[in-house]
């Protein structure tokens, strides 16, 4: 592969690296614990935490390298956030070599599990013995 083959190839993951520690950069300087952004809508409505809540207090932590207050945080973005890195350096590598990134098909027992935990997680969130996975 040429190298402006290569360059043109790699500008999507490039790209979107770029997005994503503008991203980081934002939560590091104005922090999600004492900065004012957007509330959660089901949260303000409800009082409920979802699934996302505390999602941008832990990548905020995981700019600071704090791993057990962004795990506290949001447990579920963690796992989401170390997923989605490993994806874009597959993506990245094959972009590199002029190959097609080639993702597993996730199956329906696979897409019910994944549901069905995300429902337990919510759950077991908003109640009193779940307080250990609820934002702080």
Do not use: E, K, Q
Not at 24 to 50: E, I, M, Q
Not at 64 to 85: E, M, T
């Amino acid at each position: 592969m040429t190298a402006p083959t290569r360059r043109r190839s790699i500008a999507a993951p490039v790209g979107i690296a770029a997005a994503a520690i503008g991203g980081a950069v934002l939560l590091r300087v104005r922090d999600p614990r004492t900065s004012t952004y957007l509330p959660c809508p089901f949260h303000a409505l409800t009082g409920l935490w979802c699934p996302g809540c505390g999602a941008t207090r832990a990548i905020g932590d995981l700019t600071r390298g704090d791993l057990a207050a962004a795990a506290s945080s949001n447990v579920v973005a963690v796992v989401l956030a170390v997923g989605a890195v490993m994806v874009w350096t597959l993506w990245l590598r094959a972009r590199w070599t002029g190959r097609t990134l080639a993702l597993p098909r996730i199956d329906r027992p696979a897409r019910i599990a994944l549901i069905a935990t995300l429902i337990v997680f919510t759950v077991v969130r908003n109640t009193p013995w779940g307080t250990a996975i609820a934002p702080t």
